[in-house]
């Protein structure tokens, strides 16, 4: 979060105050999801540690390739409530939509997710 604010700061100033929360929350996700690209790029040495987590690897990236499949507004309400577990309403206002649409993109992006790692 501080690394969030301290780039986000030059621009606080221009921001609606109700609006600073989300600019902070959403500046911190993209400095996350800068580390994990830049971290998916690394390969695990092959050694015995490694082989023993092959099979939850093989399972992570499954999933993640199931995730990535989904329409945007689901795969963005399962990763901001069940990957980042923000609340529904702080999803509503990251989205700019109300919570019952949150509701409703989460249960039917779940219910997609199933079928789509049960293939």
Do not use: F
């Not at 092959?46 to 099979?55: E, F, Q, S």
């Not at 945007?72 to 529904?88: F, H, I, K, S, T």
């Not at 939509?97 to 790692?117: F, I, P, Y």
């Amino acid at each position: 979060m501080q690394e969030a604010y301290v780039r986000a700061a030059p621009s606080l100033e221009q921001l609606q105050p109700g609006v600073v929360r989300a600019y902070l929350r959403r500046t911190a996700l993209n400095i996350r999801h800068d580390r994990r690209r830049r971290v998916a790029g690394i390969r695990l040495p092959l050694g015995r540690d490694a082989a023993d987590h092959t099979g939850i690897i093989e399972q992570r990236d499954h999933l993640w390739e199931a995730l990535s499949r989904l329409p945007e507004r689901q795969r963005a309400c399962l990763v901001l409530r069940y990957y980042e577990d923000l609340p529904e309403r702080e999803i509503a206002d990251l989205l700019g939509c109300s919570v019952g649409t949150v509701k409703s993109h989460t249960h039917r992006g779940l219910a997609r997710l199933r079928q789509e790692v049960e293939r």
